[in-house]
C-alpha cells in the first residue's frame, strides 16, 4: 500500500497492513496497549512524519516524541514549480500539528547529540530526550566541501534550492530578474543524491517560464552522469515544448563540474568554463549532519541499515528512515521516505513487543511535470534481498513515450493528487 493509495489512515487499515505483513513472516501483531515505551523521533519531515503517525496509531501505549528543528516545513516535491512562478510556496507549507493534536509529543528543537550508548538525545535548547528506539529521519546534508570554490554564502549567489523554502524563493526571485537571452544553468551531483530526476525537472519548468517571459534565454544542465531517469520521456518533452531551449551536457562530454567561481558566476567543468545569469548550484550530498556526527554513516557518506527493520547496522535501536538511509539503488524520494517511516514504524513497535518485524516492501512512485500539464511517472517496488534492498525484478513501470497529450495532462493530475495524498499522511 502507498500514500498514493491511501485515502484514509486509519488505524484499522494499518493494522491490516501490518497483518498481512505480519502473517508473512509468521508474527502477527500484538493488540492495543500490549507494549510500552518510548521511540524518539528526529526529523520532521516526510520519513519521521509518516513514521510518528503509525508507531502511535500501531500502539497508542507508545510515547512518540517528534524533535524538529523548525516548526514549518517545505516540501520539495512540486518546489520546482515554485521555482518557474506556476504556484506559490505557501501551498507547500506544512506542520505537525496534527501529530502534537493526536498526543504525539512535539518539540520544535535542534538535535545536536546522540548517546547510542545511554539512548538519550540532546538539544540545542538543552533537553535531554531518553528512548527504547529512535527514528532518525534527519534528510541531506549538501557537501559544499567537495566542491572547490565553495565557500560560505555560495548558496546566496547560486542558490541550491533543493531544500525547499528561502532557497526556493531566492531562486524564483533571480530567474525573475534575469535578462531575456540570459543562461541558466543547473548543476547535476554524482549520484546518490536527493530525487534523481529532479534536476531535469527544474530544467523543464525552467524553460516553461523563460518560454513565456523570455524567449531567447537557454538553459544548461551541467551533469556529472551520462544517463538520467526518465531520459526518453524527458528528451521527448524538450524536444515538444522547448524545442533548442535546453543543453544536457553530460559527464563524458564536459558536464562533470570540478570548481565554482562565485565572483565570477561561473561553473568550472573538466572540459570548459561555463558562465551564467543564473546558477542553481545543486552540490553533491550526503546523510543529515546528525547523522554523521554519531557515527552512523559509512564510507559512502550515507548510513548502512538493515533491510528489514532500517535499523542502523552501526549502533542498535536507531533506525534510519528516509534520504539518509543508505540504499543502494533505491532512489531517495519522498514517497520511498514514507514507505521507509511506515516500516520503521512496523519493526519499531514488533520489537518493543518482543516481536519479529514482518518483511517489507518499499515502493517508490514519481511523478515528474515537464510543463504544468504534462506529466509522465515512473514507478518500481524493491525488498529485502541477500542483505540489501533490491528491485523486484520487472518491477519498473514507466510512461509510454508517444503517448497523447490527453494522457500527459491526465499525469500532471495525479501529480497534484500524489502530493496531495502523501502530505495528508504526513502531516493531517
Ligand atoms: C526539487 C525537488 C523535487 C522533489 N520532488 C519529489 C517528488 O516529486 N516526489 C518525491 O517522492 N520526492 C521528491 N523529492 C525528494 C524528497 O523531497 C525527499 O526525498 C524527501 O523530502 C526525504 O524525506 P526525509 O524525511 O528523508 O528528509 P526531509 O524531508 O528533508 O526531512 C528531514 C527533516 O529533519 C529535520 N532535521 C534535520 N536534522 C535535524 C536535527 N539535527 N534536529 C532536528 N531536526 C532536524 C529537517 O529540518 C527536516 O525537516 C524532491 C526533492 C527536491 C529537492
Redesign the pocket.
Known amino acids: 500500500m502507498t500514500g498514493a493509495h491511501m485515502n484514509r489512515w486509519t488505524r484499522r487499515s494499518f493494522l491490516g497492513a501490518l497483518g498481512a505483513g505480519a502473517l508473512l513472516s509468521g508474527a502477527p501483531m500484538v493488540a492495543r496497549g500490549a507494549a510500552k515505551g518510548r521511540v524518539v523521533i528526529?526529523?520532521?519531515?516526510?520519513?519521521?512524519a509518516i513514521a510518528a503517525r503509525y508507531v502511535g496509531m500501531a500502539d497508542p501505549a507508545i510515547e512518540v516524541t517528534i524533535?524538529?528543528?523548525?516548526p514549518q516545513?517545505f516540501?520539495?516535491?512540486?518546489?520546482?514549480k515554485v521555482v518557474a512562478g506556476i504556484m506559490e510556496l505557501d501551498a507547500l507549507r506544512y506542520d505537525l500539528k496534527a501529530h502534537a493534536a493526536r498526543g504525539v509529543r512535539v518539540a520544535y528543537?535542534?538535535?545536536v547529540a546522540i548517546d547510542p550508548a545511554k539512548r538519550s538525545v540532546a538539544t540545542a535548547g538543552g533537553k535531554q530526550f531518553a528512548y527504547d528506539r529512535l527514528i532518525l529521519?534527519?534528510?541531506?546534508e549538501l557537501d559544499y566541501a567537495a566542491v572547490e570554490g565553495a565557500t560560505a554564502g555560495v548558496e546566496t549567489v547560486m542558490p541550491h534550492?533543493?531544500?525547499a523554502g528561502e532557497q526556493t524563493l531566492l531562486l524564483r526571485k533571480q530567474i525573475e530578474a534575469m535578462k531575456d537571452g540570459g543562461v541558466f544553468i543547473i548543476t547535476v551531483p554524482r549520484r546518490p543524491y536527493?530525487?534523481p530526476p529532479?534536476p531535469y525537472e527544474?530544467a523543464a519548468l525552467a524553460a516553461h517560464y523563460f518560454k513565456r517571459h523570455k524567449p531567447k534565454s537557454k538553459v544548461i544542465i551541467l551533469d556529472d552522469d551520462n544517463t538520467m531517469p526518465k531520459q526518453s520521456l524527458f528528451l521527448e518533452s524538450w524536444n515538444k515544448l522547448y524545442p533548442g531551449m535546453i543543453d544536457w551536457v553530460t559527464g563524458n562530454n564536459g558536464g562533470k563540474m570540478e570548481r565554482v567561481d562565485i565572483k565570477r558566476r561561473m561553473v568550472i567543468t573538466t572540459d570548459a568554463d561555463f558562465p551564467a545569469d543564473v546558477i542553481s548550484f545543486v552540490p553533491p550530498q550526503k546523510a543529515?549532519?546528525?547523522a554523521q556526527k554519531t557515527g552512523l554513516t559509512d564510507v559512502s557518506g550515507w548510513c548502512p541499515v538493515d533491510p528489514v527493520t532500517l535499523e542502523s547496522t552501526r549502533h542498535k535501536n536507531i533506525h534510519i528512515?528516509?534520504?539518509?538511509a543508505f540504499t543502494d539503488g533505491v532512489p531517495?524520494?519522498?514517497?520511498i521516505?514514507g514507505a521507509m517511516g511506515r516500516t520503521a514504524a512496523r519493526a519499531v513497535v514488533a520489537l518493543l513487543q518482543g516481536k519479529t518485524p514482518p518483511s517489507p516492501q518499499y515502493v517508490n512512485t514519481?511523478?515528474t511535470l515537464a510543463a504544468p500539464d504534462y506529466g509522465f511517472s515512473i514507478a518500481g517496488i524493491y525488498e529485502p534481498k541477500g542483505g540489501v534492498i533490491a528491485m523486484v525484478p520487472n518491477s519498473v513501470t514507466v510512461s509510454p513515450t508517444g503517448a497523447p497529450e490527453y494522457m500527459r495532462r491526465t499525469e500532471a493530475e495525479f501529480a497534484y493528487g500524489w502530493l496531495r495524498n502523501i502530505a495528508a499522511e504526513a502531516f493531517l
Open positions: 528526529v526529523g520532521g519531515g516526510f520519513g519521521g524533535i524538529e528543528r523548525s516545513y516540501t520539495c516535491p512540486f518546489s520546482n528543537d535542534d538535535v529521519a534527519p534528510g541531506v534550492a533543493w531544500k536527493r530525487c529532479g527544474r543529515g549532519a546528525i528512515v528516509g534520504d539518509a531517495k524520494s519522498a514517497h521516505a514519481c511523478y
